[in-house]
């Protein structure tokens, strides 16, 4: 597995913890930064890793900003993209289940370490359940793509 990891100069820490954490599990990672505390604009990290993974580059991507948020609105917006903040490990595991998200972000200002790491290995250990949640990520496609949903005229 290859993972792309990014985030802001709020997050040079947890990332490096984090990337060393899956590293450890023989996960490849490739870093695109910031890797100096210097103000950083967040959304040119969550850009590179959602190109990436948008572009099957690497297979999933990691995201942490300050709070989550931000980085992953930016990731939210390139075609293709599922992203999920999350401060919980159930929240993750769900996010994969029923939205088969790519990208999983989180907050260095709102969780700790040991919360990250539970985070990063339910999200990575579930897997997409199809079925029924397909027909939603469609719906999603569809507004994506076209900026307008069907389903919503009925
Ligand atoms: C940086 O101050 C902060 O705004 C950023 O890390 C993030 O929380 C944005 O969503």
């Excluded at 597995?1 to 100069?9: C, F, P, T």
């Excluded at 599990?25 to 890793?49: H, M, Q």
């Excluded at 980085?71 to 289940?97: E, F, H, M, W």
């Excluded at 793509?145 to 005229?153: G, I, P, R, S, W």
């Amino acid at each position: 597995m290859k993972l792309a990891i990014g985030n802001d100069h709020v997050a040079v820490d947890m990332k490096k913890e984090i990337k060393e954490y899956l590293e450890s599990k023989g996960i490849e990672v490739v870093d695109v930064g910031t890797n100096s505390t210097e103000r950083f604009n967040y959304p040119v990290s969550g850009y590179k890793v959602a190109k990436m993974v948008a572009g099957n580059e690497v297979d999933a991507g990691v995201l942490i900003c300050g709070t989550g948020v931000g980085i992953s609105l930016a990731a939210n917006k390139v075609r293709g993209i599922r992203a999920c903040v999350c401060s919980d490990p159930y929240t993750a595991r769900l996010s994969k289940q029923h939205n088969n998200t790519n990208i999983i972000a989180f907050g260095a200002r709102v969780i700790g370490i040991e919360t990250a790491k539970m985070i990063v290995d339910e999200w990575l250990n579930a897997k997409y359940e199809g079925g029924r949640h397909q027909n939603r990520i469609d719906m999603i496609k569809e507004i994506e793509e076209t900026q307008h949903l069907k389903a919503a005229e009925e």
